[in-house]
């Protein structure tokens, strides 16, 4: 029986074997220890596509491989890494391509296919709670704030950059556009606009009763319920999933109240959010399920 292979690049890189809707076998990572630091940011294109390589040939090992498949932070069309605001030097790389061309041993001549994270993510979840016939989204919390929508769908989706705040201050996104969600509640703008403090201290600060921290924690909160409501005005109620390294910072009772302040319309009520662990399993089964379903 054939398998695929997910593969999920979100601040580290993580591969699986995938069969059915199941993660069988160890994961494997790259970088093998932690590092504090995004490794990837650092690395050419060209050496993020070999660590893909060498992890998909080493999970495949002697398995027939139907199909691979990439979860990648950005913009992607076609195979391609459009734009990709914390890792700027993949910009216009044909990751798809490059990655099919190199790939070995029982991986070789498998279709690849690469889509954005957080739409792995979203296929995952939705893989794993038995929702893949309904609208599933996923906020995931980290560097870049990504939003993650299954069924896969035409568009671009970049629910991360949803405009939450007219004040032309608010300039700490990663794309550097104005006002974006991702400038306040992405880790790397906490870091900007907080240079004495790690996000981490922020939050404690703010349950030790520091005003400036406690603004900034309702500021996040009212950031990721203003797109939310967004979301559910364009698209509909229905449960928004978080997850990532950051969820620890987000009180769903809190969000759950400003999400009702924001929407109004009875047919749009009704909405939840719930807080899944990080993990990489989610985002590998995702893109497996993706790749299988493309490629079919
Ligand atoms: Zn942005």
Redesign the pocket.
């Known amino acids: 029986m054939s398998r695929t292979v997910g593969v999920l690049v979100m601040e580290h890189i993580a591969a699986g074997l995938v069969d059915g809707n199941k993660v069988v076998g160890p994961l494997k990572i790259f970088p093998e220890s932690p590092q504090s630091l995004d490794p990837l940011q650092s690395m050419p294109s060209g050496d993020i596509t070999e660590a893909i390589r060498g992890l998909v040939e080493k999970v495949a090992g002697a398995e027939k491989i139907e199909a691979v498949g990439i979860g990648f932070p950005g913009i992607i069309q076609s195979g391609v890494v459009e734009e990709s605001?914390n890792l700027q030097q993949v910009k216009g790389f044909a990751l798809q391509a490059a990655l099919s061309s190199s790939l070995k041993g029982k991986a070789a001549g498998a279709p690849v296919r690469v889509f954005n994270d957080a739409d792995a993510m979203a296929a995952g979840i939705a893989a794993t709670q038995g929702k893949l016939h309904q609208l599933t989204r996923v906020w995931t919390l980290g560097n870049g704030i990504g939003f993650g929508r299954y069924p896969a769908s035409e568009g671009v989706w970049e629910g991360g950059?949803t405009v939450v705040t007219l004040d032309p201050k608010e300039g700490f996104?990663?794309?550097g556009?104005k006002g974006?969600l991702?400038?306040i509640l992405g880790r790397r703008s906490m870091r900007m606009r907080f240079l004495d403090l790690e996000p981490e201290e922020v939050f404690e600060n703010a349950r030790a009763g520091d005003a400036r921290c406690a603004e900034f924690v309702q500021l996040c909160h009212r950031a990721l319920a203003a797109a939310t409501a967004t979301s559910i005005h364009m698209e509909g109620p229905g449960t928004f999933f978080i997850t990532g390294l950051d969820t620890k910072f987000i009180d769903t009772g809190l969000l759950d109240r400003l999400v009702h302040e924001m929407v109004k319309m009875s047919p749009l009520q009704g909405s939840r959010f719930e807080v899944l662990p990080a993990s990489d399993e989610l985002g590998i089964l995702g893109a497996a399920v993706n790749a299988s379903h493309a490629a079919k």
Do not use: A, I, K
Request: hydrophobic letters at 0%; charged letters at 10%; one cysteine or more.
């Open positions: 605001p950059h996104c990663g794309c556009g974006h991702e400038g």
